[in-house]
């Protein structure tokens, strides 16, 4: 399947040329400014010119650090000029350490400055931020965690600013210089916000801090000083959205999606290439008529992490329209600085798709070619992927690699190799393009692949289970098959989103029968376990009355991802964020007014079940350690207007 296809976009893919793309986006992009990230907004809008595509955009939201879209407020724009931080020996010598003109990433994004003239000050070791008997007043502190954390904690112990030598655990890079780009005084939160505290933090490498201590421990009689200048503005301003077709002939769209404005020549200039070099590729192969005109455009979307690609879709309301996504984000990377290999991330279990079973089957064709280069596949996990939200709806993988060069100075060109970019764009390409012409045959082929990974993955989960017998309680075991078994037959009925018309009828029957299949699969895996457990013939006990979440069922107001960007911040520091928390989407995923909490949250524990399947308070203490249960949890909820019922 798809080999006709991906021979003709084979040939039309440049990986060279790709790898350029990325170089010259990183090249920008390393400043990390918000002038930065307009200049590499034209940049990329002129690639798109340059290639045909049409109605290419470069829109601007709001960075004011106080405007929210869905539930994520907007950072502040922020400019540096200079950066520098000098240690001052006892003896007068005077020693720079970091120095932004040549390496950025040495000053922490939305560092507030200091006065024109710098700053001097006694640098102190902090061991424990929380320490309330280690004076700090008119001092620099000098610490290992990550400064996000620390931030607000050391402001208001009267630091300074803050000198750093954290790096990401697991990265191995002693001479690495860590990126911060999470710097609010929420240790929840992310973006620099309005009203925030204007600390300024330098990072050096490892090794570099090493030295640093020594130094501060050999001068202990008289201290070791630092000077820091730091000449930088946190203001309103805006941050860009790019965007361009490959038009298609009707309304619906197919969106490619990756966040540009990161310093990383992996983490994402290479996925924004990867993209930019998909969207190219298709539009002269339409433009020579080696490839019909699709009946859906492709949309390419280019925004900054989460916050602009949420503008985007309260904006634009396009996600009706929208009838799948891709998300490039850090694709590829080279294997030795690998710390996981690239993974296709898959849809969240309220939004199973065929398109897991098209981009596994993608990679699986293309993949190869690069045949040292590992693959594999992952459950949901969320970046620009939050389209999957069910409150936007929009199915969408994730190919992404992780290196230990992630948010570090060495994620660098020499990281990113050539044939595997060249590899990545012409699977999305293959992606966007098999969706965006589908018709109702071709709907139905994505159907019989979608029912055949469902197969593979219900025997995955027989043998998974069966491991489990001597641990795990047999009714769990075959709840939990029949689980995965109803999810898969989802998948097989998503195609029906691209079938309309007189076709419906028949699809949805021939589509009926692929479901059969799927399901009669579960139960024959369930039966094989009955057996090899002792007990041919079981039936599950059904499952015990979560009595008072029953007649609850909350309905989602909020777009997108819960974050608590819109509660006060005593309340998020008592409940912390919900931002990454894989649980929490998936409880609020299947919250559509209809389903009662307790469904919601059997389905959610069940999408995340370890060795058992948690109860739902126990649910709710994995998403908020403060929470008493889950009502408690959802009682906030509906206070701060997330959820009604």
């Not at 470069?58 to 907007?74: H, N, Y």
Request: glycine fraction near 8%; aromatic fraction near 8%; hydrophobic fraction near 40%.
């Amino acid at each position: 399947m798809f080999h006709d296809l991906l021979a003709v976009i084979e040939p039309e893919i440049v990986a060279q040329r790709a790898w350029d793309d990325a170089i010259a986006i990183h090249r920008i992009d390393r400043r990390f400014t918000f002038s930065a990230f307009a200049e590499s907004a034209r940049y990329t809008a002129q690639r798109m010119r340059e290639a045909g595509l049409q109605d290419v955009e470069v829109l601007e939201a709001p960075a004011d650090g106080e405007s929210i879209f869905g539930d994520w407020k907007m950072p502040m724009a922020w400019e540096v000029e200079e950066a520098t931080f000098d240690l001052v020996l006892p003896n007068g010598d005077v020693q720079r350490i970091a120095d932004r003109a040549q390496v950025p990433l040495c000053l922490a994004m939305w560092s507030g400055p200091t006065p024109p003239e710098g700053i001097e000050a006694e640098i102190v070791v902090v061991e424990n931020v929380a320490d309330p008997g280690q004076d700090l007043r008119g001092k620099i502190a000098f610490i290992s965690s990550h400064p996000h954390f620390a931030k607000k904690t050391l402001a208001d112990r009267g630091a300074l600013g803050i000198l750093t030598d954290f790096l990401h655990p697991g990265a191995d890079l002693p001479d690495a210089v860590a990126w911060i780009n999470s710097f609010s005084d929420d240790p929840a939160g992310w973006a620099f916000h309005k009203g925030d505290t204007p600390l300024w933090c330098f990072q050096v490498s490892p090794r570099e801090g090493e030295r640093v201590r020594a130094l501060v421990g050999a001068h202990s009689s008289a201290p070791l000083r630092g000077r820091a200048v730091v000449r930088s503005r946190l203001e309103p301003g805006t941050v860009p959205v790019i965007t361009g077709l490959v038009p298609g002939t009707g309304k619906e769209e197919v969106v490619l999606i990756g966040h540009q404005f990161e310093v990383g020549a992996i983490d994402n200039a290479s996925g924004v290439a990867a993209m930019l070099e998909a969207g190219r590729a298709l539009q002269s192969l339409i433009a020579q008529g080696k490839l019909p005109q699709p009946e859906r455009s492709v949309r390419l979307l280019f925004v900054s992490e989460c916050y602009s690609n949420l503008y985007w879709w309260e904006k634009s309301r396009r996600a009706r329209r929208t009838v799948a996504g891709l998300c490039l984000d850090s694709p590829v990377g080279v294997p030795e600085y690998g710390r996981r290999p690239t993974l296709a991330m898959l849809n969240p279990h309220f939004q199973m798709s065929y398109t897991d079973a098209l981009v596994l089957e993608l990679l699986r064709q293309v993949m190869p070619k690069s045949p040292l280069y590992a693959w594999g596949e992952a459950p949901f996990s969320m970046t620009d992927n939050l389209i999957v939200d069910s409150t936007i709806g929009v199915a969408c993988p994730w190919i992404g690699a992780h290196s230990r060069t992630w948010h570090t100075s060495m994620d660098t060109a020499d990281k990113l190799p050539v044939r595997e970019l060249g590899l990545s764009a012409l699977v999305a390409a293959a992606y966007v393009y098999v969706i965006a012409s589908a018709g109702p045959q071709q709907a139905v082929d994505l159907a019989h692949l979608a029912a055949a990974r469902g197969k593979q993955v219900l025997a995955a989960a027989g043998v998974t289970e069966l491991t489990r017998l001597g641990e795990a309680d047999l009714d769990d075991s075959l709840l939990q098959l029949g689980y995965l078994a109803e999810r898969q037959a989802e998948a097989v009925e998503s195609v029906m989103r691209l079938v309309s018309g007189e076709a419906r009828a028949s699809t949805r029957s021939y589509l009926r029968a692929l479901q059969r299949e799927v399901r009669r699969a579960g139960k024959e895996e369930e039966a094989s376990l009955a057996r090899r457990a002792g007990k041919p013939g079981h039936t599950p006990a059904p499952q015990p009355c979560e009595c008072v979440l029953e007649g609850i069922r909350p309905r989602r107001l909020v777009l997108g991802p819960v974050c608590f960007d819109r509660v006060p911040a005593e309340e998020q520091l008592r409940h912390g964020s919900p931002r990454w928390s894989a649980e929490a989407l998936s409880v609020l995923g299947w919250c559509d007014g209809r389903t009662s909490l307790s469904e919601a949250a059997r389905r959610a524990a069940r999408e995340h079940r370890a060795d058992r399947t948690l109860r739902a308070d126990e649910l709710a203490k994995r998403i908020d350690p403060a929470a008493a249960s889950l009502r408690d949890y959802f009682e906030f909820l509906r206070k701060y207007g997330y959820v009604t019922w």
